[in-house]
C-alpha cells in the first residue's frame, strides 16, 4: 500500500472515530460522568499521552512571542470548543451534533472575512446563507425533547458556539503549524487546557463513582481520550504528510453519515424529513461557500 493510500486510511479512520464519538460520548452523560468533567478527564489524560509521545521526539523551543496565541489556541480549540460540544451532546441527539459541525468550514469562511480580509463572492454568500439556514431549521423547528435529549434547540446552539470557537481556533494556530511540529504544539494546548477546564469541570469530575464503574463504562471513557482525542489527532498529522488541509477538511462530511449509521444501529437516534432537510441545506450550502473557481483553461 503506497503512502497517500495510507494517508487516505488513516484520514477516513479520525472520521470514523469522530463519527462513532457522538454516540458513545452521549451515552456517558449525565448518569457516569457531567460533560464538563468529561472535559478534563479528556485534556488530562490526552496531555499525558502527548506529553509521552514528546519524550522520543526532538524537544522544541517556544519563542515567547508565541505564547499568549498558544493560550488562546488552548482556550478556543480545548476549552470552549469541546465544552460546548460536549455539553450540547448532552442535551441534543447524536445525529443533530454531527450534521451542525458541518457549519465549521461555513463559519471559517466568515471569520477569515472579517480578520483576515478575506473576499466573500455572491456565490459563497448564498452558501452561508443556506447553511445557516439549515442549522435554524434544526434549532427553530426540530424536536424540543426526546429521550435523553431534554433540550435539543439549546443543545444545538452550543454546537454552533462549539463550531465558532473551533474556527477561531484554526485561524488562530495557522501560523503556529507552519513553525512548530504538531505533537509540540499537542503537548502546550492540552497541558494549558487542563487549568482552564478544572475550574469548569472539577466538581463534576470530582463527583464521578470512580471505583464502581462497570467494564462499559471504562472502555467508552477510553475511546473518547485515547481514540477521540489522542489517535485521532495523530491520525490527521501523518494524513498532512501526504493530503492538502483542504483534502483533510473535506473528510468532515464524512462524520455526519457514520454518525448517523452508529446511532441508528445503536438505537441512539433517529432520523426523520426535517433533519435531512436540515441537512441538505447545510451541505449545499457548504458546498457553495467553499467552492473554488476553476483556473481559466489556456486555449488549444
Known amino acids: 500500500m503506497n503512502q497517500r493510500a495510507l494517508a487516505l486510511l488513516a484520514a477516513t479512520g479520525a472520521s470514523a472515530i469522530y463519527g462513532i464519538n457522538h454516540t458513545l460520548a452521549k451515552g456517558l452523560m449525565p448518569d457516569v460522568i457531567g460533560p464538563f468533567g468529561f472535559i478534563v478527564l479528556r485534556v488530562t489524560g490526552a496531555a499525558v499521552l502527548f506529553w509521552i509521545t514528546g519524550l522520543f521526539l526532538p524537544k522544541e523551543k517556544i519563542d515567547r512571542k508565541d505564547w499568549l496565541r498558544i493560550v488562546g489556541c488552548a482556550l478556543f480549540g480545548m476549552v470552549m470548543n469541546m465544552n460546548a460540544f460536549f455539553k450540547g451532546l448532552e442535551l441534543s441527539t447524536p445525529i443533530n451534533s454531527s450534521v451542525v459541525i458541518t457549519l465549521t468550514p461555513v ?14 463572492t455572491w456565490l459563497k454568500s448564498v452558501g452561508i446563507g443556506l447553511g445557516l439556514v439549515g442549522a435554524l431549521l434544526l434549532i427553530l423547528f426540530g424536536e424540543k425533547t426526546q429521550p435523553n435529549a431534554p433540550n435539543i434547540p439549546l443543545g444545538n446552539i452550543f454546537f454552533i458556539v462549539n463550531a465558532t470557537s473551533y474556527a477561531f481556533y484554526l485561524i488562530m494556530v495557522k501560523p503556529l503549524v507552519a513553525k512548530y511540529s504538531s505533537i509540540t ?17 472539577g466538581s463534576e469530575f470530582m463527583a464521578v463513582d470512580w471505583a464502581n464503574l462497570n467494564f462499559d463504562a471504562w472502555w467508552k471513557l477510553a475511546f473518547v481520550v485515547v481514540g477521540t482525542t489522542y489517535l485521532t489527532y495523530l491520525f490527521n498529522i501523518y494524513a498532512l504528510k501526504q493530503l492538502s488541509p483542504s483534502t483533510i477538511g473535506a ?22 424529513s426535517l433533519r ?17 473557481k476553476k483556473a481559466a483553461q489556456p486555449g488549444g
Do not use: C, H
Open 107 to 120: 463559519l471559517l469562511l466568515i471569520l477569515s472575512a472579517f480578520f483576515l480580509k478575506e473576499r466573500i
Open 185 to 201: 504544539l499537542m503537548k502546550f494546548f492540552f497541558l494549558i487546557a487542563i487549568f482552564f477546564n478544572i475550574p469548569i469541570g
Open 251 to 272: 473528510f468532515i462530511y464524512l462524520q455526519p453519515v457514520l454518525a448517523t449509521l452508529f446511532a441508528i444501529m445503536a438505537g441512539a437516534d433517529t432520523l426523520n
Open 276 to 292: 435531512l432537510g436540515a441537512a441538505a441545506l447545510i451541505f449545499l450550502g457548504v458546498f457553495l461557500s467553499t467552492r473554488k
